[in-house]
């Protein structure tokens, strides 16, 4: 079961939008119920203390009968980490993140840090926003990037130094050593369409940055 979490960061764009129609649920947080209020995207529920869902959205909610499930303004979670717990019950899969860039500092690393808990609980998660998918690889696995020519590869290692494959890119090599500390794996180049990305050893983030003239999640 695929499940969105629609965060309250940047407004997603149409083309974020669009994404939403192959999720069987939608999961707002909070605020980003407004981000839905004009579009044919109806949420499966708003989670959240509510503290910034305006009035015109919760009408909106109100008259679809849409559940909106309320928790303290004193709390341990985060609305987006409230969120993932939500989809959790529902049964989910694998999740989309929408919303998830932008806003303060600490709350778009929060919003990495969300995204890197929902990949070690063994789910298929990306984050998309700004023009570009974010997403976690640990070793013993494979990101193959069909389709991805031109587009702007960074692989970074997060919180331990990390040994990678890179197939199909600018700079290919086998046994690549990213180090924590380092800003080795940055803007590289996927050229070919049997690209993909092999971790050996730690976790990376990866970020892939589309052309402008292309939309892909991976």
Request: include cysteine; aromatic fraction near 4%.
């Amino acid at each position: 079961m695929k499940v969105a979490l629609v965060l309250n960061g940047d407004e997603p764009s149409g083309d974020d939008l669009k994404l939403l129609d192959a999720c069987d649920a939608i999961v707002c947080a909070d605020g980003a119920a407004e981000s839905l209020l004009k579009t044919n995207h109806v949420p499966t529920v708003i989670v959240g203390d509510l503290d910034s869902l305006k009035a015109d959205a919760y009408k909106w909610a109100d008259s679809l009968d849409i559940p909106i499930e309320r928790h303290p303004e004193k709390k341990d979670l985060t609305d987006g980490e409230l969120a993932f717990v939500k989809a959790q019950s529902l049964g989910a899969t694998s999740l989309l993140i929408l919303g998830g860039h932008g806003g303060r500092t600490a709350m778009f690393v929060a919003n990495l840090k969300l995204l890197r808990r929902i990949h070690d609980a063994g789910l298929d998660a990306s984050m998309v926003g700004r023009g570009e998918s974010l997403r976690f690889v640990s070793a013993g696995q494979e990101l193959p990037l069909p389709g991805r020519q031109g587009a702007t590869l960074n692989i970074l290692a997060m919180d331990g130094d990390a040994v990678v494959n890179l197939t199909g890119t600018s700079w290919d090599g086998a046994d690549v050593a990213l180090a924590r500390t380092s800003a080795r794996g940055e803007s590289n180049k996927i050229v070919s369409d049997g690209a993909r990305v092999t971790v050996r050893s730690g976790t990376v983030l990866c970020a892939i940055q589309r052309k402008r003239t292309e939309y892909h999640i991976i």
